[in-house]
């Protein structure tokens, strides 16, 4: 079991995850530096793209929160981040499980874009904590029992609250990406079963697509722009 590391946001961004080994964090894998939101090699340090995430996050979110209600640019940059470095499809594959065989290929088509949005929208939420002193701290890289991804839990402090929050980390196709975040004690593909099977039983995959619609449009007024 690797050690725990107490890393400031700043200290960890600033290190990168080469730093943090002396520190008793590692992934096991190269470091490759690239853009928060650029596309991910399978030999990328799968915590590089966690800690590059949150490090976009910080340098956008901190200087707009509180200050801004237009949340057309956050938005934007969720997007591209839940397109780019999330594995939208995998996460919604899970999540529809069998239901899935009764969606007909354009409602698949709609559920998977759908998906992505609210992942996109999920994001949204999370970093709209973050202020400028805000801090993150890198506890722990692990793979899973199963051998099949990467795990990296981390601590968020901001607006005087403490936060865990784990990502997991697949290769989905030869490309690094984020198949799953827990945080607030939501897990979010768990979350997006849940709420899928409910509101399949209800109206079939017309349902689904409404309440994943709905709770788009919820996040949308909430953060609007």
Do not use: C
């Not at 849940?194 to 994943?212: E, Q, W």
Request: hydrophobic residues 40%; proline residues 2%.
């Amino acid at each position: 079991m690797q050690k725990s590391a107490n890393v400031s946001r700043r200290s960890a961004l600033r290190a990168g995850v080469s730093g943090m080994l002396a520190l008793g964090v590692s992934a096991g894998l190269a470091l490759v530096s690239v853009p928060g939101t650029a596309l991910a090699q399978s030999d990328e340090d799968p915590a590089q793209i966690i800690l590059r995430i949150a490090d976009d996050a910080f340098n956008l979110f901190g200087s707009l929160n509180g200050r801004s209600r237009d949340w057309g640019s956050r938005r934007a940059w969720t997007r591209d981040v839940a397109r780019l470095r999330f594995a939208t499809r995998n996460m919604a594959e899970r999540a529809g499980g069998a239901f899935l065989r009764e969606f007909n290929d354009t409602q698949l088509e709609a559920y998977f874009a759908l998906t992505e949005q609210a992942a996109s929208e999920f994001l949204l939420d999370i970093f709209s904590v973050y202020e400028p002193n805000t801090t993150f701290v890198v506890d722990r890289v692990r793979r899973n029992r199963t051998d099949t991804a990467t795990i990296m839990e981390s601590t968020v402090i901001a607006q005087g609250k403490t936060y865990r929050v784990d990502w997991t980390v697949i290769d989905d196709g030869g490309v690094l990406k984020v198949s799953n975040v827990s945080i607030f004690g939501l897990n979010l593909v768990s979350d997006f079963r849940a709420s899928f099977r409910d509101a399949f039983r209800h109206n079939g995959a017309k349902g689904v697509l409404s309440m994943l619609d709905t709770r788009i449009k919820r996040s949308e007024r909430k953060f609007p722009g």
